[in-house]
């Protein structure tokens, strides 16, 4: 099993930053891909951000050039380094990892229980 425990949410005032942190821990093979996803009252949950084993990242399009998204392969812990935040990043924050639990296992994703930020004066 694949725990994945997020940290750093809160409430920040628009225009201030958060880093987001997201720890992987448990029995497994490898990690692929991270990323996070939010999830707003009352709206879907969308991606705001991945991160490929080897660095590449992908964006939506409302985060870039505001969001940065790294990883600590050593530590198996995705980041998100929120800046310049709006209103409508408000919204519960979920990090998500593809990883293997064994060599011959299919990569599965897995998800932590999610942090909440707010943005708001």
């Known amino acids: 099993q694949v725990q994945l425990v997020e940290s750093g949410g809160g409430l920040v005032q628009p225009g201030g930053s958060l880093r987001l942190s997201c720890a992987a821990s448990?029995?497994?093979?490898?990690?692929?891909?991270m990323g996070w996803y939010r999830q707003a009252p009352g709206k879907q949950r969308e991606l705001v951000a991945l991160?490929?084993?080897?660095?590449?990242?992908n964006y939506v399009d409302s985060a870039k050039g505001r969001f940065t998204t790294s990883r600590d392969n050593a530590k198996n812990t995705v980041y998100l380094q929120m800046i310049s935040l709006k209103p409508e990043d408000t919204a519960v924050y979920y990090c998500?990892?593809?990883?293997?639990?064994?060599?011959?296992?299919?990569?599965?994703?897995?998800w932590g229980q999610g942090t909440q930020v707010t943005v708001s004066s």
């Open positions: 998500t990892a593809n990883a293997q639990r064994t060599f011959w296992a299919n990569p599965f994703n897995y």
């Open positions: 448990g029995s497994f093979f490898s990690i692929n891909g």
């Open positions: 991160i490929t084993s080897g660095g590449t990242t």
